[in-house]
Nanobody, 125 residues
Framework: QVQLIESGGGSVQDGGSLRLSCVVS????????MGWFRQAPGKEREFVAA???????YHADSVKGRFTMSRDNAKNTVFLQMNYLKPEDTAVYYC???????????????????WGQGTQVTVSS
């Protein structure tokens, strides 16, 4: 059974940084596509970033140049480095994984099999 455990959320001021971590158990991370989604109150869950098993990364336009997703195979963990945070980045951030998702479906939350419990990120102005 695949489990995803996120950590690293918190409260920061506008312009600050945070690094989210997602530890994977039950499967080797490099055999999975992994992603980060976020959901703000009253809004739909939205794509943030993804990394495929071949190491290719994809980032939403809203976070390009500020957020970077990476993977550490030895630690079976993926990360989301978030810099220059803005109040509109405030949301619950979810780690997700899938063994068969195709490229065109990466941005669709309904296409991912595994989800973490979420971690809150709050950015104040």
């Amino acid at each position: 059974q695949v489990q995803l455990i996120e950590s690293g959320g918190g409260s920061v001021q506008d312009g600050g940084s945070l690094r989210l971590s997602c530890v994977v158990s039950g499967r080797t991370v490099r055999t999975l596509s992994m992603g980060w989604f976020r959901q703000a109150p009253g809004k739909e869950r939205e794509f943030v970033a993804a990394i495929r098993s071949n190491g290719a990364t994809y980032h939403a336009d809203s976070v390009k140049g500020r957020f970077t997703m990476s993977r550490d195979n030895a630690k079976n963990t993926v990360f989301l480095q978030m810099n220059y945070l803005k109040p509109e980045d405030t949301a619950v951030y979810y780690c997700t994984g899938d063994s068969r998702i195709i490229l065109s479906s990466l941005r669709m939350p309904g296409q991912w099999d595994y989800w973490g419990q979420g971690t809150q990120v709050t950015v104040s102005s």
